[in-house]
């Protein structure tokens, strides 16, 4: 987990309204990722970003935004939660493109009501 | 549909033995990576194998990619309670940049 952290580490929250996750890292890589974990479905991709400010979507990205407007912060947006959100959610890094090794944070434990 | 697919997704075995989890993909890559979770933490990156290697090790960790059968596997040799986490498999989706995850295989060490 070094060189990486994610904020807040566990929220509770109710349906319909906005939540925002945060990513930060300190070691400058270019390439950082959203994923949610739920059992069943193993590690899914929500958002990636390629450099501050360009952005593109993953497998499982309805309702949720992303937003990068400086290399080390990463922010996961859910506009209004749903219970379907409940989630544990996982920031990621790496140097290079999506084959490159991955690193990953702690993890947000997410529960909507 | 996931990319990559472990099997067993539970393998309980007592300390000191072998454990082999397998992984199996479906399109052309050009590496597949192992990687570990320990509970309630985040996935820890264990090894890369690339496209035109066939075996790799690292440590009691063994990784092996028969590229035919579109398959991998990572073998732990004299497991210690400490290797007790979920073991994934991923693998980049050809052209784009990211990567896809099996749903990973849970394992147990008893002492």
């Known amino acids: 987990d070094a060189g990486i952290t994610q904020s807040p580490r566990h929220k509770v929250t109710e349906t319909g309204t906005p939540v925002t996750l945060r990513c930060h890292q300190t070691?400058?890589?270019?390439?950082m990722y959203w994923y949610r974990q739920d059992p069943g479905h193993g590690l899914r991709l929500i958002h990636y970003s390629y450099g501050v400010k360009d952005t593109d979507k993953g497998e499982v990205s309805d309702g949720y935004s992303v937003s990068r407007s400086k290399t080390e912060d990463f922010l996961l947006t859910l506009e209004s939660a749903t219970s379907s959100q409940t989630s544990v959610y996982f920031c990621?890094?790496?140097?290079?493109?999506?084959?490159?090794?991955?690193?990953f944070g702690p993890g947000t434990r997410l529960t909507v009501l | 549909s996931q990319q990559g697919e472990e099997d067993p997704q539970a393998l309980s075995i007592q300390e000191g033995e072998n454990a082999t989890m397998n992984c199996s993909y479906k399109t052309s890559i050009n590496n597949l990576q192992w990687y570990r979770q320990n509970s309630g933490r985040g996935l820890v990156h264990l090894i890369l194998?690339?496209?035109?290697?066939r075996e790799k090790h690292s440590g009691r960790l063994r990784v092996t990619l028969d590229t035919s059968k579109k398959s991998s596997s990572l073998l732990i040799t004299a497991s210690r309670a400490a290797d007790t986490a979920s073991y994934f498999c991923?693998?980049?989706?050809?052209?784009?940049?990211?990567?896809?995850f099996g749903q990973g295989t849970r394992l147990t060490i008893n002492p």
């Open positions: 990621a890094i790496s140097v290079l493109a999506g084959g490159d090794e991955q690193f």
């Open positions: 991923a693998t980049p989706l050809q052209g784009a940049q990211k990567l896809v």
């Open positions: 070691e400058n890589h270019r390439y």
């Open positions: 194998i690339r496209s035109n290697e």
